[in-house]
């Protein structure tokens, strides 16, 4: 990723910062919807360069900021993109730069991730125990072993957490669906990368495996 467009929003005594989120992203997802490959997919990433996540004895602090930037990987896929007329109607509410080169020093890059809590587990063990050949009962001992051990838990830790899934609470924007009919939390993580990875992302501008530059 070569190039970017930073956004700011606009504080607003009279308007929420989620409310802001919200009108900007659904802009900044239908611009992507505009501008996506044949199998779905974007050559933009996004990333959030005052997200905040920490987990401080139990509890949580979860903060997007106030800053957006687009990534992509020429200026003239930004500039085909057009944000600024994509996000003309809010122009009250948001403050969009011009497209910038990333700084040639930047050496920490983020991952940048939809955080889709699966509360179902049931149904993964039923596929884990087809995919083994083994019981349903079987199969529910083995995941709760693997999971104490991988999160240094207790077996009993562990079958807790079976009956009653964790959700991380991560920074969301609430999003309506582009038929309208279902409103929905985005819920986002952003985690520094051990290395960069190149490659696509979805129309929300995020990606499992590719990353973008962060300073």
């Known amino acids: 990723m070569r190039f970017y467009q930073e956004i700011t929003l606009i504080k607003t005594p009279e308007i929420t910062p989620y409310f802001i989120w919200s009108k900007l992203y659904i802009q900044v997802h239908l611009a992507l919807v505009e501008q996506q490959n044949s199998d779905k997919t974007v050559n933009f990433g996004v990333s959030f ?40 109607r809010l122009v009250d509410y948001v403050h969009i730069k011009s497209i910038q080169s990333v ?32 019981s349903f009962e079987e199969a529910r001992a083995e995941q709760n072993q693997r999971f104490a051990d991988t999160h240094n838990l207790t077996l009993h830790q562990a ?15 609430k999003l309506q669906s582009l038929s309208g009919e279902k409103e929905f939390s985005l819920l986002i993580a952003q985690v520094e990368a051990e290395q960069c990875c190149s490659g696509s992302f979805s129309t929300y501008g995020l990606s499992s495996q590719s990353t973008v530059p962060h300073w």
Not at 52 to 81: C, H, I, M, N
Not at 114 to 133: I, P, V
Not at 165 to 171: E, G, L, R, T
Request: aromatic residues 12%; charged residues 35%.
């Open 103 to 134: 700084p040639d020093n930047i050496s920490c890059h983020v991952n940048v991730r939809r955080y889709r809590a699966d509360t179902k587990l049931d149904r993964l063990t039923r596929r884990y125990a087809k995919r083994r050949g083994i």
């Open 49 to 88: 360069p005052k997200y905040r996540y920490e987990d401080k004895e139990g509890r949580f602090f979860a903060s997007l900021g106030s800053k957006l930037r687009v990534f992509a990987p020429t200026e003239v896929e930004l500039q085909r993109l057009n944000l600024a007329q994509w996000l003309e």
């Open 159 to 173: 079958q807790q957490h079976y009956i009653q899934p964790k959700v991380k609470d991560y920074p969301f924007i």
